[in-house]
């Protein structure tokens, strides 16, 4: 584990500046224009998908970027960075850590997220950070090699859709993770973190740092939050 890397993310926040298909921020340009705002604003770190969008922000900001990719599970789940080739890539984009799936899911080879953590341990000298779904599969990621863990997935997985239900973080996923591992492992949290005080309570649990996008970084669905509380309060009054 890289602690000087490390210490400079402890405590802080990390903004995962992501664009989906369709949106106008879709470009390297795009989301390399958030994550320099987003340092502007006090970010310790940067979250980004993509091998183009991670080397245009590497060459943007100075904080350490975490890059990933993202595929598919036959089950239309969403996989991150399952492949060696996309790993090897982003090393060479200039990540300082490559996120990958940790979870039990089995990828291409039919590696589970630990094996496929060693996997890549064998062949780069890198900082791996594990997203996964639930405690077991942190500790296993931890035991595998994983230079620290993020609660990523906890929500995005079959075994854990129930987690996502209302939109909220999962404090207590988040809570048992720090319990089984070492104290001074790094667990970031991260996943509908959508509020100040959501992440600052994340923080007061233990967490290492806080990773936030949406509530960021993604205008649309922003926009869609007040829109869907201004309809309701309507309906409200129509009564």
């Given at each position: 584990?890289?602690?000087?890397?490390?210490?400079?993310?402890?405590?802080?926040?990390?903004?995962?500046?992501?664009?989906?298909?369709?949106?106008?921020?879709?470009?390297?340009?795009?989301?390399?224009?958030?994550?320099?705002?987003?340092?502007?604003?006090?970010?310790?770190?940067?979250?980004?998908?993509?091998?183009?969008?991670?080397?245009?922000?590497?060459?943007?900001?100075?904080?350490?970027?975490?890059?990933?990719?993202?595929?598919?599970?036959?089950?239309?789940?969403?996989?991150?960075?399952?492949?060696?080739?996309?790993?090897?890539?982003?090393?060479?984009?200039?990540?300082?850590?490559?996120?990958?799936?940790?979870?039990?899911?089995?990828?291409?080879?039919?590696?589970?997220?630990?094996?496929?953590?060693?996997?890549?341990?064998?062949?780069?000298?890198?900082?791996?950070?594990?997203?996964?779904?639930?405690?077991?599969?942190?500790?296993?990621?931890?035991?595998?090699?994983?230079?620290?863990?993020?609660?990523?997935?906890?929500?995005?997985?079959?075994?854990?859709?129930?987690?996502?239900?209302?939109?909220?973080?999962?404090?207590?996923?988040?809570?048992?993770?720090?319990?089984?591992?070492?104290?001074?492992?790094?667990?970031?949290?991260?996943?509908?973190?959508?509020?100040?005080?959501d992440a600052?309570?994340?923080?007061?649990?233990?967490?290492?740092?806080?990773?936030?996008?949406?509530?960021?970084?993604?205008?649309?669905?922003?926009?869609?939050?007040?829109?869907?509380?201004?309809?309701e309060k309507?309906?409200?009054?129509?009564?």
């Amino acid at each position: 584990m890289n602690n000087k890397l490390f210490d400079s993310l402890r405590g802080k926040l990390v903004v995962s500046c992501q664009a989906e298909e369709g949106s106008p921020f879709n470009t390297p340009e795009g989301v390399s224009a958030f994550a320099q705002s987003a340092v502007r604003g006090g970010a310790a770190g940067i979250r980004t998908c993509g091998i183009e969008k991670t080397a245009c922000i590497v060459k943007n900001v100075s904080v350490p970027v975490i890059g990933l990719t993202k595929a598919y599970f036959p089950d239309g789940t969403v996989c991150i960075t399952g492949a060696f080739e996309d790993v090897e890539q982003l090393v060479k984009a200039g990540a300082s850590i490559v996120a990958v799936d940790g979870t039990n899911r089995p990828r291409a080879g039919g590696l589970g997220g630990a094996d496929y953590i060693r996997a890549i341990k064998q062949r780069h000298n890198i900082i791996i950070m594990a997203d996964i779904a639930t405690p077991d599969e942190a500790l296993a990621c931890h035991e595998a090699g994983a230079d620290c863990v993020s609660t990523t997935l906890c929500g995005y997985t079959p075994d854990t859709l129930a987690f996502a239900r209302g939109n909220r973080p999962a404090f207590d996923m988040l809570e048992k993770c720090l319990q089984i591992l070492p104290r001074d492992y790094p667990v970031f949290a991260e996943g509908r973190f959508n509020t100040p005080a959501d992440a600052q309570k994340a923080v007061e649990l233990g967490a290492w740092a806080v990773i936030v996008g949406s509530a960021i970084t993604r205008p649309h669905l922003i926009t869609q939050w007040f829109v869907d509380a201004i309809n309701e309060k309507g309906k409200d009054n129509g009564k």
